[in-house]
């Protein structure tokens, strides 16, 4: 017999009662899809995904009492494993990456068409991004794309790095794995751990990611790569 996975389990957190509903009944149209909980703003949504665990948060952008990307900072904070989209009527760039750096998986405008969110939902629950009309493969690049340039120079100073780190730092963003790393370098796997280990101590990230995003953030990279 054919193995038939699960719907996934999706939360709504808006603090319009009717757009909930209307978005509910169109999820639920898909049988790849169930409504497990509706929140009317923030805290609700925090409370609603640590009690259900759903795979999906579909969260408004314009919320009270805790809007939404606060509550992706204490969802980064909590370190939950729901994947979030973000959907709103209208957001800045500025937000778009904020977004993305606390944790969003995908940026969706309401006034998107139904068939457009149900596959950001496949998309994102898949493992990549969605940033308004299309899937994103590369994080680190849309990122790039999306701030704005100039106002801060590159400083290794700042942060104790060795030219060498600099260099496994760019090869992180774009998008290298440690074997890839290890033989553009000509050096081990583990010595690249080794590196790797040392720049996490001195940015003070803990993962590929957040390093990457640190690095976009703050300029690392800027004429390097």
Do not use: C
Not at 76 to 97: F, M, S
Not at 188 to 204: C, M, P, R
């Amino acid at each position: 017999m054919e193995n038939v996975r699960p719907p996934y389990r999706i939360v709504i957190a808006d603090d319009h009662p009717i757009f909930r509903d209307g978005l509910r009944r169109l999820l639920e149209l898909d049988a790849a899809f169930v409504v497990v909980g509706e929140a009317a703003d923030g805290a609700e949504a925090l409370k609603l995904v640590k009690q259900l665990g759903p795979d999906m948060l579909l969260l408004d952008l314009a919320m009270p009492r805790v809007p939404g990307l606060e509550t992706l900072a204490e969802l980064a904070k909590a370190k939950t494993p729901v994947r979030t989209i973000l959907l709103t009527a209208q957001i800045e760039r500025a937000q778009i990456v904020e977004a993305l750096q606390l944790g969003a998986r995908g940026i969706v405008l309401k006034e998107s068409a139904t068939e457009l969110l149900m596959e950001s939902i496949r998309v994102v629950m898949a493992g990549q991004y969605w940033v308004g009309r299309e899937s994103v493969s590369d994080l680190v690049a849309t990122l790039r794309e999306l701030m704005p340039r100039g106002g801060e120079e590159p400083s290794t100073r700042r942060y104790g790095l060795t030219p060498r780190e600099m260099e496994v730092i760019s090869a992180i963003v774009a998008g290298y794995t440690n074997k890839d790393i290890a033989q553009k370098f000509a050096i081990s796997e583990q010595t690249v751990k080794h590196h790797l280990t040392n720049v996490f101590d001195k940015v003070g990230v803990s993962t590929r990611l957040e390093l990457a995003l640190f690095a976009v953030n703050h300029h690392l990279t800027d004429g390097i790569i």
